[in-house]
């Protein structure tokens, strides 16, 4: 190559670099004019700002009902169910062969009969032979006996002139006074005494009486029929008495005053109620003992109710407690102190309450609760007199919200419903009495 073209290309690359650098000299100088120009910008934006205006968060203001906790001495009713039984039921058995000649008009299944009525006779007329066989028996050994202590004494009489020396062992002296005659004539009284006895006791099976005051539930016999010893003639139970099985579960025990083991004592009391006739009906007892046993399976204990007379039978003007009844059961428990009842709806998860602070604020209070059922809670701790807790249901996102207060009721006035408690009606007062005096009566309290 000439040293005219060496010449030329240097020329062009020195051409080409001086360009370059003039390039990015333009880039860098273009950047930060662009740069001083934004912040000269915001600077003057920022400057520039209107002032800034700082408003309250509006509270919405929430409109509530509630109770004002009064701290009360309770007694914690537990409910329980249960059905009314016989305390006494019997199948009523002939103890005699016979064909049914008498039956009584109370003989019928629903029939009342009271201790010692006859129900039924069967025909006596063999039970009357036997007895007038036995009769006879009886005076013929009465009359053989008399015959053999008649010889006896004679033979004493001759015993005692015969001479010592001719007197022999006991044996034969007892033989020549006739003793074994003698025991044996007594022994024959004896056994047709004992005939006489039982012909006697077997004619008065021949009328078949109730063995208590009593309520006829089936039949099995009727007139004409002929019966055998062991057959059923009529099932029945007592009217005197009746009772109720509630089950108790295990961790409400503690709430009750039961009976004593092996006491008559009268436990807690018990309002047993049911509906008839589209009215409820309410009846007066007590706990009269417990089963003293846990049920494997279920694990309740049944405590037994007693009530007199359920049939109303001595009182015209009570309502019967029919057997077979189902019935509710609210048992009184012991007195418990410094307890809060509340309604149970009113209690959050994890037994949180809504309470209204100093300042009208909604607060979350954690509460503990006594173990028990039903339509109320009662609160042993986490509230005191006077604090007022929301009977309206609210969700979580209400936590700190303004209340006021719509409506304010005493919680030891307030019912199931957060409404004020019904006071009892003047008639429903004197029903309730007249059962508890029947009652009384019944226990004699």
Same mark, same amino acid.
């Given at each position: 190559?000439?040293?005219?073209?060496?010449?030329?290309?240097?020329?062009?690359?020195?051409?080409?670099?001086?360009?370059?650098?003039?390039?990015?000299?333009?880039?860098?100088?273009?950047?930060?004019?662009?740069?001083?120009?934004?912040?000269?910008?915001?600077?003057?934006?920022?400057?520039?700002?209107?002032?800034?205006?700082?408003?309250?968060?509006?509270?919405?203001?929430?409109?509530?009902?509630?109770?004002?906790?009064?701290?009360?001495?309770?007694?914690?009713?537990?409910?329980?169910?249960?059905?009314?039984?016989?305390?006494?039921?019997?199948?009523?058995?002939?103890?005699?062969?016979?064909?049914?000649?008498?039956?009584?008009?109370?003989?019928?299944?629903?029939?009342?009969?009271?201790?010692?009525?006859?129900?039924?006779?069967?025909?006596?007329?063999?039970?009357?032979?036997?007895?007038?066989?036995?009769?006879?028996?009886?005076?013929?050994?009465?009359?053989?006996?008399?015959?053999?202590?008649?010889?006896?004494?004679?033979?004493?009489?001759?015993?005692?002139?015969?001479?010592?020396?001719?007197?022999?062992?006991?044996?034969?002296?007892?033989?020549?006074?006739?003793?074994?005659?003698?025991?044996?004539?007594?022994?024959?009284?004896?056994?047709?005494?004992?005939?006489?006895?039982?012909?006697?006791?077997?004619?008065?099976?021949?009328?078949?009486?109730?063995?208590?005051?009593?309520?006829?539930?089936?039949?099995?016999?009727?007139?004409?029929?002929?019966?055998?010893?062991?057959?059923?003639?009529?099932?029945?139970?007592?009217?005197?008495?009746?009772?109720?099985?509630?089950?108790?579960?295990?961790?409400?025990?503690?709430?009750?005053?039961?009976?004593?083991?092996?006491?008559?004592?009268?436990?807690?009391?018990?309002?047993?109620?049911?509906?008839?006739? /589209?009215?409820?009906?309410?009846? =007066?007892?007590? $706990?009269?003992? @417990?089963? +003293?046993? !846990?049920?494997?399976? *279920?694990?309740? %204990?049944?405590?037994?109710?007693?009530?007199?007379?359920?049939?109303?039978?001595?009182?015209?003007?009570?309502?019967?407690?029919?057997?077979?009844?189902?019935?509710?059961?609210?048992?009184?428990?012991?007195?418990?102190?410094?307890?809060?009842?509340?309604?149970?709806?009113?209690?959050?998860?994890?037994?949180?309450?809504?309470?209204?602070?100093?300042? /009208?604020?909604?607060?979350?209070? =954690?509460?503990? $609760?006594?173990? @028990?059922? +039903?339509? !109320?809670?009662?609160? *042993?701790?986490? %509230?005191?007199?006077?604090?007022?807790?929301?009977?309206?249901?609210?969700?979580?996102?209400?936590?700190?919200?303004?209340?006021?207060?719509?409506?304010?009721?005493?919680?030891?006035?307030?019912?199931?419903?957060?409404?004020?408690?019904?006071?009892?009606?003047?008639?429903?007062?004197?029903?309730?009495?007249?059962?508890?005096?029947?009652?009384?009566?019944?226990?004699?309290?």
């Amino acid at each position: 190559m000439s040293v005219l073209a060496r010449f030329s290309v240097l020329c062009q690359r020195t051409l080409i670099g001086s360009y370059t650098v003039v390039s990015r000299n333009k880039q860098v100088f273009f950047s930060i004019v662009m740069l001083a120009g934004s912040v000269m910008i915001t600077t003057i934006l920022y400057l520039k700002r209107p002032a800034t205006i700082i408003e309250e968060p509006v509270r919405t203001i929430v409109t509530v009902d509630v109770t004002e906790v009064v701290k009360q001495n309770l007694r914690i009713p537990i409910q329980a169910q249960g059905t009314v039984t016989p305390l006494q039921e019997t199948s009523v058995m002939s103890e005699v062969n016979g064909r049914i000649i008498e039956v009584s008009p109370s003989f019928i299944v629903g029939g009342f009969v009271s201790k010692d009525d006859v129900l039924l006779r069967i025909d006596p007329r063999n039970y009357e032979t036997s007895l007038l066989r036995a009769e006879a028996s009886v005076k013929s050994a009465q009359s053989n006996l008399a015959q053999e202590t008649g010889r006896a004494k004679v033979a004493e009489q001759e015993w005692k002139k015969t001479p010592r020396g001719k007197q022999r062992t006991q044996a034969s002296k007892d033989l020549y006074l006739r003793k074994p005659q003698l025991d044996q004539a007594l022994a024959q009284m004896l056994a047709a005494q004992a005939d006489l006895n039982t012909a006697s006791d077997n004619l008065e099976r021949t009328s078949i009486r109730a063995p208590y005051d009593a309520l006829i539930r089936t039949k099995h016999s009727e007139l004409g029929q002929f019966v055998a010893a062991g057959t059923p003639l009529a099932d029945i139970f007592s009217v005197e008495y009746a009772q109720i099985r509630l089950p108790i579960p295990q961790n409400k025990l503690e709430y009750l005053e039961l009976p004593e083991l092996g006491t008559m004592q009268n436990g807690s009391p018990v309002d047993l109620y049911t509906e008839v006739g /589209g009215q409820v009906k309410h009846w =007066s007892a007590y $706990l009269h003992h @417990t089963e +003293g046993v !846990f049920d494997a399976r *279920s694990r309740v %204990l049944f405590s037994v109710v007693r009530i007199k007379d359920p049939y109303g039978l001595q009182y015209p003007h009570a309502e019967p407690l029919r057997i077979g009844t189902f019935v509710n059961a609210r048992i009184e428990g012991k007195e418990l102190f410094d307890i809060v009842r509340l309604p149970r709806y009113v209690i959050r998860a994890g037994n949180n309450v809504w309470v209204i602070d100093e300042t /009208g604020l909604l607060r979350t209070r =954690s509460v503990t $609760l006594l173990r @028990t059922g +039903g339509d !109320f809670v009662y609160v *042993s701790a986490g %509230l005191n007199d006077g604090e007022l807790v929301s009977l309206t249901t609210l969700d979580n996102s209400f936590e700190g919200a303004q209340v006021r207060i719509e409506s304010q009721i005493p919680s030891n006035m307030v019912d199931q419903a957060g409404r004020p408690e019904k006071q009892p009606e003047p008639e429903i007062i004197e029903a309730t009495a007249a059962a508890e005096l029947l009652t009384n009566d019944s226990y004699g309290n």
